[in-house]
């Protein structure tokens, strides 16, 4: 099945390559000590070869112990935290391979299944594993899973890391392989303390660290500035820049372009970008530019390598997510990045040559950066109990966490999910919670689609839940254009709100038979809203599988947005905020602690309204509220009884009003 019987002149030249990677140099070694046990655990420095390499030897020693391929029944999965990492690297493996992507070779993530009967070695998220642990508990397809950037420490690779070690007791033919970088290894030996541990020692080139003499103030400025400088002082060699997050990326990208001119190829790289712009930075530069740029999110860190990196420029900053138990808030805050991320970034200047790391912080600052904590300590776990108790984990304390989870965390997910209605008072899931746990949204956004049948408008829910699941489809170009995006904007803003001027936008969308030149014209992300369709499509099939009614309120009908706008309550009911009139300021209500939030200058609202709920709450300089639509007050109790209950409620300002 996999043997082909002559093999592209590519294939050849790439086998080469591979066969330097430091991964190689152990390959019998890791063979070997793969086929004795039934879990290892393998460390090795970024770039050694881990993800591209090593689940192609596993899927040999694989194929050596079960030649039988006409009855193939079998896959090797790979596990990747980051969507970008699955599709990315999947895709080189195929061309490594020599076969087409989907094929032998495939990948799966969230609303995008690239992967056929044929696939034998599939890369996935670690969330998507979970995903098929559901309705597949002992994972059956699989015979072997490797487990990448367990250092990442994300909340479904903990959970895996549980949920795996059990499975393994009932399958002894299942193979596991923990893979991650020189971090942490202590812990991970003393977690899976029976599984032998492989060290890839890295071929690192040593690198210089400099650091800042005095902190600095603003750190896009410093980390543009220090670009200039190393271009214009330092000899030839790509820069890498870590940064935090899009918006940032995309400024620093066009203001370093604009100084350095074709000089120099400047590159993004962030998630939420289409897969071939990502693929270039493996490319080589294209003259008459003689040195790549590559701005990215912490993906660079360990996800992904790029080769040819001699200079690497780190603020130290990377987006976190931060959960406050009290205030039941999850959000993502710029926060300093921990030591080993710091050796990790500088680390990516030493692939091919000598190179220099630009910290652009103090040293004292550096001794003072603290552990980043896993994400299961920083979040909110509503989601992972729903999903714990979807695979039959009642009892969550004896859960084998490698780091357990707070109580009040766990507290506090298991009131919102008995607020929603997904466990009942035996802690046990409801109907409305195993559907819930079968989409592949957070609770809330699941909750609003089940109810949106009751509301008569499951067709705009759907629609929706698709646009609130992709990137933002607003284009937001920087200088002159801006005026005219912002305009375009305009025309599609809905008076209530953000979630209806989504909702416009869909709808335009089709009106325009998915013109690709409509979306140019208006400034939307084309790419965006046809994911917008496919992922709309997935969540069509999973109602009409819970035979859900697909209605709409009619369009004439005064009710048509009362209606919608009640589902989307049904749904983030623990959501709300109200206008202090006094002051002019939103605080939220009930559990969220009456926090000081501000509207997110990118509503579309055009007057304060009393009520609203709102989907995210995002921490930078202010406390924001985003994504953000007019409700009324008298529909809580209206939508949520027992959560707004009048008699339980406290006595406070925000009830005598809505007494009112
Ligand atoms: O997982 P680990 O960090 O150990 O290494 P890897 O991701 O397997 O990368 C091994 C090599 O493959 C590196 O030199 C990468 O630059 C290269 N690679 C590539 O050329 N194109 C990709 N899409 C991914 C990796
Ligand atoms: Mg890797």
New binding site residues.
């Given amino acids: 099945m996999m043997r082909k019987k002559t093999y592209s002149p590519r294939y050849w030249e790439i086998l080469e390559k591979r066969k330097n990677?430091p991964v190689w140099l152990q390959k019998q070694e890791f063979l070997q000590t793969f086929k004795q046990n039934q879990m290892v655990l393998l460390v090795?420095e970024?770039?050694?070869?881990?993800?591209?390499?090593i689940p192609q030897f596993v899927l040999e020693a694989v194929l050596n112990e079960n030649p039988s391929p006409n009855c193939k029944k079998w896959l090797v999965g790979c596990t990747q935290p980051r969507r970008v990492a699955a599709t990315?690297?999947s895709?080189?493996v195929a061309e490594e391979m020599d076969v087409e992507i989907g094929e032998e070779v495939g990948y799966t993530v969230r609303f995008e299944d690239c992967s056929s009967p044929q696939t034998v070695l599939k890369y996935l998220t670690d969330g998507m594993l979970l995903r098929e642990a559901m309705a597949d508990p002992l994972l059956q397809r699989y015979k072997a899973i490797i487990l990448d950037e367990a250092h990442e420490r994300t909340l479904a690779t903990d959970l895996l890391f549980g949920l795996l070690k059990k499975v393994l007791t009932n399958r002894p033919d299942l193979k596991l392989v923990v893979m991650s970088a020189t971090l942490e290894t202590d812990r991970f030996r003393k977690y899976f303390s029976d599984a032998p541990l492989i060290k890839v020692p890295g071929r690192l080139h040593p690198v210089e660290i400099l650091y800042t003499l005095e902190p600095e103030m603003d750190y896009l400025e410093a980390a543009i500035s220090t670009v200039i400088q190393i271009h214009t002082c330092e000899p030839p060699g790509d820069i890498l820049v870590f940064l935090t997050g899009e918006e940032e990326i995309e400024d620093a990208c066009s203001r370093i372009a604009r100084k350095l001119g074709d000089q120099v190829l400047v590159l993004p790289l962030y998630s939420t970008l289409p897969p071939a712009v990502q693929q270039k930075i493996?490319e080589p530069t294209p003259k008459p530019a003689v040195r790549k740029i590559v701005v990215s999110t912490n993906i660079a860190e360990?996800s992904?390598?790029?080769?040819g990196v001699v200079y690497v420029v780190d603020p130290g900053f990377s987006k976190q997510k931060i959960y406050e138990p009290k205030t039941c808030v999850e959000s993502l805050l710029v926060s300093p990045i921990s030591q080993a991320s710091a050796d990790q970034r500088a680390g990516r200047a030493g692939r091919t040559q000598p190179g220099k790391c630009f910290r652009l912080y103090t040293e004292k600052s550096f001794n003072d950066l603290k552990q980043t904590p896993p994400e299961i300590l920083r979040s909110n776990l509503a989601n992972t109990v729903l999903t714990l108790k979807k695979l039959g984990v009642n009892d969550l304390v004896t859960f084998d966490f490698m780091e357990p989870p707070a109580p009040a965390t766990l507290a506090g997910a298991l009131a919102d999910l008995f607020h929603l209605g997904a466990l009942d008072d035996e802690v046990n899931l409801t109907k409305t919670g195993e559907m819930m746990s079968e989409v592949p949204l957070d609770p809330q956004m699941a909750k609003m689609l089940m109810v949106s049948s009751q509301y008569n408008c499951s067709n705009e829910i759907l629609s929706l839940s698709a646009m609130l699941s992709v990137p933002n489809c607003f284009i937001r170009p920087r200088g002159e254009a801006s005026k005219a995006a912002n305009e375009a904007k305009s025309r599609f803003a809905h008076i209530d709100g953000d979630h209806l001027t989504l909702l416009n936008v869909y709808h335009a969308f089709l009106q325009n038979n998915q013109d690709p030149n409509w979306c140019y014209e208006n400034f939307i992300n084309y790419k965006a809203m046809k994911s917008a369709v496919s992922v709309r499509e997935q969540l069509v099939r999973i109602m009409k599988r819970f035979q859900m009614k697909l209605c709409s309120t009619g369009f004439d009908s005064r009710d048509y947005y009362v209606n919608i706008k009640k589902a989307l309550l049904a749904g983030y009911f623990m959501q709300v905020a109200r206008l202090e009139k006094t002051t002019g300021h939103y605080l939220t209500v009930k559990d969220t602690n009456n926090q000081l939030v501000h509207l997110h200058p990118s509503n579309c609202l055009d007057h304060k309204p009393e009520w609203i709920v709102y989907k995210d709450y995002v921490k930078t300089s202010r406390n924001f509220i985003r994504t953000v639509t007019h409700i009324r007050g008298e529909w809580l109790v209206e939508v949520a009884p027992d959560y707004y209950n009048l008699a339980k409620f406290p006595k406070c300002e925000v009830n005598k009003k809505r007494k009112r």
Avoid: C, M, N, P
Avoid at 304 to 307: A, N, W, Y
């Fill in positions: 990677l090795g970024t770039g050694s070869g881990k993800t591209t390499q990315s690297v895709r080189r493996f360990t992904l390598t790029i080769d």
